[in-house]
């Protein structure tokens, strides 16, 4: 059985940073991309950014680039979120993706292309 589990959420001030992390069992996540998407209250679940197979290649939504950073370590199956400079605006419950393919494409901020997901864990920050 296949589940995707993410911790590492809470409530933050703004300019405060956390660091998300997701864990993989009942696969092996060394040949899938991985991601992570949020959705804030009365929106659309988004793409946050995407990490190929290797980790070596990765993309970022325009919202959080220079700000987030992902990494991954197929070692221990686990997909991370550095969130630095948190904002307001990135209050959310953070779900983590797993895709089938090795790399994230340009398409990765669609949600229909990712095969498992997680409960989510809820980022909060105060202004």
């Known amino acids: 059985q296949v589940q995707v589990v993410e911790s590492g959420g809470g409530l933050v001030q703004a300019g405060g940073s956390l660091r998300l992390s997701c864990t993989a069992s009942g696969l092996t996540v060394n040949d899938k991309a991985m991601a992570w998407f949020r959705q804030a209250p009365g929106k659309e679940r988004e793409g946050v950014s995407c990490i190929a197979a290797s980790g070596f290649s990765d993309d970022y939504a325009d919202t959080v680039k220079g700000r987030f950073t992902i990494s991954r370590d197929n070692t221990k199956n686990t997909l991370y979120l550095q969130m630095n400079s948190l904002k307001p605006e990135d209050t959310a419950m953070y779900y983590c993706?797993?895709?089938?393919?090795?790399?994230?494409?340009?398409?990765?901020?669609?949600?229909?292309?990712?095969?498992?997901w997680g409960q989510g864990t809820q980022v909060t920050v105060s202004s």
């Open positions: 993706a797993v895709k089938s393919s090795y790399f994230c494409y340009g398409s990765w901020q669609r949600q229909a292309y990712f095969d498992y």
